[in-house]
């Protein structure tokens, strides 16, 4: 990540009062929780295609659904459960 991106968020504010999200490199818990304390959003994804993709089967849903954990945790928001 870039240590512009801060910056970044805070220029592209100016010119939106739409939320801003940032994600270009955000794989990893820490990150996600660096990039919400600048900008409404943090944006991952290869991550999780990552973990689908490097285990068989349900395994690496189970993967995925870790990393979501992990992610949720590190941005402290909520679990959402089923109805």
Same mark, same amino acid.
Do not use: K, N
């Given at each position: 990540?870039?240590?512009? +991106?801060p910056?970044? $968020?805070r @220029? +592209?504010?100016?010119?939106?009062? +739409?939320?801003? &999200? =940032? &994600? /270009?490199? $955000?794989?990893?818990? %820490?990150? =996600?929780?660096? /990039? =919400?304390?600048?900008?409404?959003?943090? /944006? !991952?994804?290869?991550?999780?295609?990552?973990? $689908?993709?490097?285990?068989? &089967? @349900?395994? &690496?849903?189970?993967? #995925?659904?870790?990393?979501a954990? %992990?992610? @949720?945790?590190? +941005? @402290? !928001?909520?679990? $959402?459960?089923? #109805?």
């Amino acid at each position: 990540m870039s240590d512009s +991106l801060p910056s970044f $968020v805070r @220029r +592209l504010r100016t010119l939106t009062s +739409l939320p801003v &999200g =940032a &994600g /270009i490199g $955000v794989s990893r818990p %820490e990150q =996600a929780a660096h /990039i =919400a304390q600048f900008a409404d959003a943090a /944006i !991952v994804g290869s991550a999780f295609i990552r973990a $689908v993709r490097d285990a068989p &089967g @349900r395994a &690496g849903f189970a993967a #995925a659904a870790q990393l979501a954990g %992990e992610l @949720r945790q590190a +941005l @402290r !928001v909520p679990a $959402v459960t089923a #109805a």
